[in-house]
């Protein structure tokens, strides 16, 4: 007799896995979530784009973003961004040199690396520091821009970054970045 029962067992278990669910067995909805909240949405579509574009008021100067580098970004990166338990931030190669895809390269910085000093500015207000990212105001932002392009040799001292200025910064890397236009030509380069 065992037999028999095993055999008809498999059978059922067959016919009930092949036949698929009724329509009504899938809600239109499941009841999770809330409706997003247009004040929150605002608070996180804060993206800058390379062009400069969203970047917001405000202003910072390297004296200013000194201070905010030795309160909130030291302890990980360093002294004056020479790198720590994290991130190397500060530090040029000579301009013809780009020696990142060899057996051992240097460490990327913001001088060496960076395309632009406007998405420097979103990656650090949206990410940094790293145990409280969105903690600081937009000026101490602009400001410890400023101090990070100083330390890079891209700024003098006196300098002052508003959302003008900020966006006419060429940064020493930008030229070795290229668009990725493959879509649009349908080529590899
Ligand atoms: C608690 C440690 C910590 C603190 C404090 C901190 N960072 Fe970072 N930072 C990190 C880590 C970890 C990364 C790498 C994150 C990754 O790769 O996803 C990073 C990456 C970065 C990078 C990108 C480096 C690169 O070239 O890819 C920048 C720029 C940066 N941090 C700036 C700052 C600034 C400015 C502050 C202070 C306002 C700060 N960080 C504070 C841990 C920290």
């Not at 202003?59 to 720590?84: A, F, L, M, P």
């Not at 979103?122 to 990212?133: A, C, E, G, K, Q």
């Not at 602009?142 to 959302?163: M, R």
């Amino acid at each position: 007799m065992k037999p028999y029962y095993s055999t008809t067992l498999l059978l059922i278990t067959f016919t009930i896995s092949a036949t698929p669910p009724p329509d009504h067995a899938r809600p239109l909805k499941f009841g999770l979530g809330k409706p997003a909240d247009p004040h929150l949405i605002q608070q996180l579509d804060k993206d800058v784009r390379p062009d400069g574009q969203g970047l917001p008021p405000g202003s910072g100067s390297v004296t200013d973003g000194e201070k905010v580098y030795q309160q909130h970004c030291i302890t990980c990166h360093g002294k004056r961004g020479e790198g720590g338990i994290s991130d190397k931030l500060a530090g040029r190669l000579p301009d013809d040199h780009f020696p990142f895809s060899s057996p051992e390269p240097p460490k990327e910085t913001i001088g060496n690396y960076w395309p632009y000093a406007t998405t420097l500015f979103d990656y650090i207000r949206r990410t940094m520091p790293y145990s409280s990212p969105g903690s600081l105001s937009d000026c101490q932002v602009y400001s410890v821009v400023a101090y990070l392009l100083y330390l890079n040799d891209i700024i003098e001292h006196e300098t002052v970054l508003d959302k003008n200025s900020l966006a006419k910064i060429i940064m020493p890397a930008r030229h070795r970045f290229k668009n990725d236009d493959r879509l649009q030509f349908n080529r590899a380069h």
